[in-house]
T-cell receptor
Framework: AQKVTQAQTEISVVEKEDVTLDCVYETRDTTYYLFWYKQPPSGELVFLIRRNSFDEQNEISGRYSWNFQKSTSSFNFTITASQVVDSAVYFCALSEASFGNEKLTFGTGTRLTIIP | EAGVTQSPTHLIKTRGQQATLRCSPISGHTSVYWYQQALGLGLQFLLWYDEGEERNRGNFPPRFSGRQFPNYSSELNVNALELEDSALYLC??????????????FGAGTRLSVL
């Protein structure tokens, strides 16, 4: 069975600080995908990144960066120089890569509040 | 390009009634997924439709059902509503072709309140 753990329920930081959201996953599959989604107050889940289990390269996109480590089954997300607009609930998710099993298994989310 | 659209935005029903939620995927997407986000239970997978067929189902009772139409839009039906069905229902769509394969794009959801 797949499982995603986001141990941080809520985080508050002052604007311009860096913040890291933790994600630990469990799966018996050798091929899988990892995702991060952002859920602002409007409710819509906004896709941020997908990472294939074979690709352990870290990725940077503007102020966002992701650190994928298979050895520790972690896929952490860092926001650099946080802004008020980053305030949202962030979900880490996992899916198998095989057809028929692409449903997303979500963590419980981390509510991030950026204090101006 | 239009994103995933869901209707209605809000739906209020009473216990025992039936609810119908609708979803239009992104143009070109053939897969539609439904998720339930209930308070305290997180995001849970409900149903997956691809090319008009139900491909996978989450751990929900049979009174949760749906279908996918030839234009790939989808409908989620919840029969015999119970109070605990109150939740945000999110629809997502995806395409089966690389490079966007398996990326699910979500709509804004339908908030169902059962009184």
């Amino acid at each position: 069975a797949q499982k995603v753990t986001q141990a941080q329920t809520e985080i508050s930081v002052v604007e311009k600080e860096d913040v890291t959201l933790d994600c630990v996953y469990e799966t018996r599959d050798t091929t899988y995908y990892l995702f991060w989604y952002k859920q602002p107050p409007s409710g819509e889940l906004v896709f941020l990144i997908r990472r294939n289990s074979f690709d352990e390269q870290n990725e940077i996109s503007g102020r966002y960066s992701w650190n994928f480590q298979k050895s520790t089954s972690s896929f952490n997300f860092t926001i650099t120089a946080s802004q008020v607009v980053d305030s949202a609930v962030y979900f880490c998710a996992l899916s198998e890569a095989s057809f028929g099993n692409e449903k997303l298994t979500f963590g419980t989310g981390t509510r991030l509040t950026i204090i101006p | 390009e239009a994103g995933v659209t869901q209707s209605p935005t809000h739906l209020i029903k009473t216990r025992g009634q039936q609810a119908t939620l609708r979803c239009s995927p992104i143009s070109g997407h053939t897969s539609v997924y439904w998720y339930q986000q209930a308070l305290g239970l997180g995001l849970q997978f409900l149903l997956w439709y691809d090319e008009g067929e139900e491909r996978n189902r989450g751990n929900f009772p049979p009174r949760f059902s749906g279908r996918q139409f030839p234009n790939y839009s989808s409908e989620l039906n919840v029969n015999a509503l119970e109070l605990e069905d109150s939740a945000l229902y999110l629809c997502a769509s995806s395409i089966r072709l690389a490079p966007a394969k398996n990326i699910q794009y979500f709509g804004a959801g339908t908030r169902l309140s059962v009184l």
